[in-house]
């Protein structure tokens, strides 16, 4: 079964790094924010427990970080009931295939991510284009081309239940990617958030390096339907979370995340849509 695993062709590592990366940070007891060179993925599980699953995949060969991670946190050769994808960018997914290899797990995703998990389909190219900084003059050199994970990977409930993660629920947050999904946890109102919005200015190479916190939209260079993305962060500040783990940049809570979300939906053309860019098209750039 693993022949039929590939990574795209353009499959590489970047160079690309901050001040966080190899940190994790417990947002709750059995919720682990742990930062991969850039981007974030999550351990969610009790570690007195060690049943687990990893909510994304990291960077292009990241495996072994990974897996030392989730040793040291849920003992010597424990290993997740399942990977969840928010989405299937490449550091997103870097080293999706490295873990279902070494772990013979179940990947799980949105229906319309299907095409780019399975080598059907690749992303619309980034845009160097865009309002934005040293990242996104860059973003042309990222993997693009999709991965396929053949028969490892499977679609997630219809119903919003997340495999092996009973108190949370999948929403679908399209935007910037088409079937991307937030997981949401009523009970103390924890957001696993993917890149539906980010505490971090992501397409600035400093703030990138240096993890400046400020709540943002997606990642400008890889978003591709501004409209969806504005619905989608509607939708989720309704929820009204009280923590919130992010694709990109530090978890926030409490107060800052209301008031930075709230203010987020009032100005998200002023604060998340570029000013020109080839995806932006048209959306109103009015406050509400």
Known sequence: MDKEMHYGSDYKYIPATSIGSGAGIEVMPDLFCYTVQIVNLCFAGNPDHQEFVIVDAGMPHSADEIIAVAEERFGANSRPKAIILTHGHFDHVGAVIDLVKH???????????????TGQKSYPDPDPTVEGGMVAKLSPLFPNEPIDLGS?????????????????????????????????REKDRTLIAGDAFV??????????????????????YLTTDWKSAQQSVVKLEALQPAAAVTGHGLPMSGELLTTSLKKLVKEFAEIAVPDYGKYVGQIDRKTH
């Open 199 to 220: 505490t971090v200015k992501q397409e600035y190479l400093y703030k990138v390096i240096t993890q400046e916190q400020e709540i943002s939209g997606p990642p400008r």
């Open 103 to 117: 772990w013979d797990v179940p990947v799980y995703a949105h229906q319309l991510e299907m095409p780019f998990l």
């Open 152 to 184: 490892h990977v499977r679609m997630l409930a219809a119903d919003g239940t997340v495999p092996h993660m009973p108190d949370f629920k999948w929403i679908h947050t399209p935007g910037h990617t088409p079937g991307h999904i937030s997981l949401f």
